[in-house]
């Protein structure tokens, strides 16, 4: 499939989760697909990072279903205010979406995040936590329920609803046609998570292989993603730039400020815009230089 | 060792922040928590295990701000089986806040009102899961009535209000032991877990701190200068742990 062919299965108002982490491993290549998209009124589920920021600034989100949305980097005092990590940058475009009420938020703890991929995965409603009790989670997400131990404890638990999504996107770094999927970085994150809860699942890759050359590149704990877990794949050479793709290639800390700076304004957007998100893959490759 | 810097006197203070902690996951984030507990593990905590900052477990003191250091690999913890170290409650986790409370509780997430902050931040992140299963410590490098604050605006680590609200069953492995700041040391030790003064940085004043502070703090009628790094510290962090003295952007001197 190609890029364009994945977007045009979406339709206004999909759930759509997205794999990856902060800066890492997002298929951003389709991600700027959705951007060049009539699409809009998403609901965007991820670990986010410039994935949400991009989609968020071209006025295709609704709402977000977050526990983070932040760029990883090297230190960056001025955008840190405060003891916030000096590995974690906050995402420029998603502050502003936020901060002029541009999107609608839906806000949970990252493990939180996971049972509700899990619970989908495996299609029950909820799983029960401890996680959240206490803190302000459900006071800003009152749809949240509690449950109640039916053994001897009786300890009442949060229930983490079933985060079920319309469409997964991930990026993995090998692929072949059938849909099977290789990551040969140190994290697989929760890119198989996320196909499991989803509806329809589209795969990027940075090359399409023939199936038995999948050993070549890793042991067989590697192919995270199988194709149960796959109804599509896109071959995309640089396909999670600017975010890293390790050991393909690292996070681009060059580009990446170009993005942040992108933020500054409607004329610094626009210029962004033009350069590197109204053209398709090929031409953003060359553009960036991949 | 008149020329020992705030940073360094910080980095000891995290340090300390996971002596006795013995055989669990000690997960410092941030350059000065960082350096902090693999100074920890290196000098009198070795049964810690500490990541790479990625998804390794690594057993030798990696160095900040160095490009491909020569990494000991002893484990693999990528982010998913995190969350299976969280829950079972063996970690301590040193978080940063931007804003904390005199129960502790933190925020990360918003400055304002939620449904149009006027900061975002980063979300909730891993707090709530890390306050209610295990040990969470805090790092402050700017400590000032902004940073600790009356209440914070949404509560992402639960403070210890919080927590007894929860009751003593729900909460029972809810556990802040210490704040480090810029200015010094904090505890929850007083009779009502409200924050307490533990120890000032040497060259801080007790007035000094109590006006940077945005509530009441309880202060002890003796109040000890923060400890000093031994020279043999004091050389693992500058020769090995930060040799590129990364720590004074953290906290200038």
Avoid at chain 2, 105 to 131: A, M, S
Wanted: proline content about 7%; aromatic content about 8%; some cysteine.
């Amino acid at each position: 499939m190609t890029e364009d062919e994945v977007v045009g299965e979406l339709v206004d108002g999909m759930t759509v989760g997205i794999g990856g982490w902060g800066s890492r491993r997002k298929p951003m290549s389709l991600v700027r697909a959705i951007v060049r998209s009539p699409v809009r009124d998403l609901t965007v589920v991820a670990y986010g990072g410039p994935d949400v920021g991009l989609l968020c600034a071209a006025g295709k989100v609704k709402k977000v279903v977050f526990a983070f949305v932040a760029l990883d980097g090297p230190a960056a005092p001025s955008l840190s205010p405060s003891a916030i990590p000096a590995s974690a940058l906050l995402e420029p475009h998603f502050r502003s979406a936020r901060q002029s009420g541009a999107i609608e938020v839906s806000e949970l703890d990252e493990g939180m995040f996971l049972l509700g991929l899990q619970a989908a995965a495996w299609r029950v409603p909820f799983l029960p936590t401890r996680v959240g009790l206490g803190s302000d989670v459900p006071r800003i997400n009152p749809d949240l329920q509690t449950v109640r131990s039916p053994y001897e404890d009786g300890e009442e638990l949060l229930a983490v609803p079933a985060l079920t999504l319309d469409v997964a996107l991930v990026h993995m770094n090998r692929a072949d046609v059938g849909g099977n999927g290789q990551y040969l970085g140190i994290d697989p994150y929760f890119d198989d998570l996320f196909c499991m809860a989803a509806e329809r699942r589209f795969l990027s890759c940075e090359r399409i292989v023939p199936t038995e050359d999948f050993a070549k590149g890793g042991p067989p704990q590697s192919l995270r993603i199988n194709r149960l877990m796959t109804d599509g794949v896109v071959e995309s050479r640089g396909g999670a730039h600017f975010t890293s793709c390790l050991p393909d290639y690292d996070r681009d800390d060059a580009f990446q400020q170009e993005y942040t700076a992108s933020a500054k304004g409607p004329d610094e957007w626009q210029a962004f815009k033009g350069k590197y998100l109204d053209v398709g893959h090929d031409d953003y490759r060359k553009v960036v230089g991949l | 060792m008149s020329d020992v810097s705030r940073a360094e006197v910080c980095a000891v203070a995290c340090a300390e922040a996971f002596r006795g902690d013995g055989e669990i996951l000690a997960n410092p984030i941030g350059t000065i928590p960082l350096i902090g507990g693999r100074l920890a593990k290196e000098r009198f905590e070795p049964g810690l295990v500490m990541t790479d900052g990625e998804a390794l477990l690594v057993a030798n003191p990696v160095p900040v701000g160095v490009d491909d250091p020569e990494k000991v690999i002893e484990g693999w913890n990528p982010y998913r089986a995190m969350f299976d170290v969280v829950w079972s409650g063996r970690r301590h986790v040193m978080m940063g806040a931007t804003q904390i409370d005199r129960y502790g509780n933190q925020n990360i997430d918003f400055i304002g009102p939620w449904d149009r902050p006027k900061v975002q931040l980063l979300g909730f992140r891993g707090g709530p899961g890390n306050t209610i299963n295990h040990a969470t410590s805090y790092f402050v490098p700017n400590h000032t009535t902004r940073s600790f604050v009356e209440r914070v605006d949404v509560v992402t680590g639960i403070g210890y209000d919080r927590a007894a609200e929860l009751g003593p069953e729900v909460a029972r492995f809810h556990r802040i032991p210490c704040v480090v700041s810029n200015l010094g040391v904090f505890d929850f030790a007083s009779s009502d877990h409200r924050m307490r003064l533990r120890s000032v940085h040497p060259g801080v004043t007790i007035d000094e701190v109590v006006a940077a502070t945005g509530f009441e703090l309880v202060v002890p009628d003796e109040v000890p200068e923060s400890r000093l790094p031994t020279e043999e510290e004091l050389l693992l962090i500058r020769d090995v742990l930060d040799p590129g003295n990364l720590r004074d952007a953290d906290v200038p001197s």
